[in-house]
């Protein structure tokens, strides 16, 4: 039982370039989402999913995509990196949103 | 939406004695409010959580308070010990299963020896 498993770990991107950040979990959870976190700033969340097919924006969209075609995986996407997107990234998982959130090791990104 | 505050943003504390942090919701209507650790490098994990149909709960040295009419929930750390230092997390959500999880900014707590 991996949890929830995210890639890469670390990235340097240049500024225009896009990429994609990929999670999966093995928990069976439906709801599913993307944090990221800054210096002073805690985990603000991008973007959430409450089961396949169905994603919402968080409180940080701006820039990013999600989808979600299985319940296990779902991948964020930043279109055009920018070095405001310099951060380190979490991927989330848990059977609701009342119930205990598990995050992925982080991914820390640098946008240059 | 939601909007969750937190303070204060950074606490140090000798070793053994108590700290406490407070956070501030908005939406009457939460319901749930988890608490997050996390060490240095480390993802943050559950320490502990409480529903609005309980005014306290406690864990061996932890403990959560919420006053749903004022609105706030604290984290309480007894006997604090150097394993305690990380960085701690509140949240609020309505526990509703399409409900957005809103954390706070997060609280530095260093344990002096």
Redesign the interface.
Known sequence: NAGVTQTPKFQVLKTGQSMTLQCAQDMNHEYMSWYRQDPGMGLRLIHYSVGAGITDQGEVPNGYNVSRSTTEDFPLRLLSAAPSQTSVYFCASQQSSGNTIYFGEGSWLTVV | ?ENVE?HP?TLSVQEGDSAVIKCTYSDSAS??F?W?KQELG?????II?I?SNVGEKKDQRIAVTLNKTAKHFSLHITETQPEDSAVY?C?A??????????????TRLHILP
């Open positions: 939406g937190q943003s319901n749930y988890p997050y480390k993802r943050p994990q559950l959580d529903r997390f949240a959500s309505l526990g509703w299963r399409d409900d957005k999880i809103i954390f706070g900014k997060g």
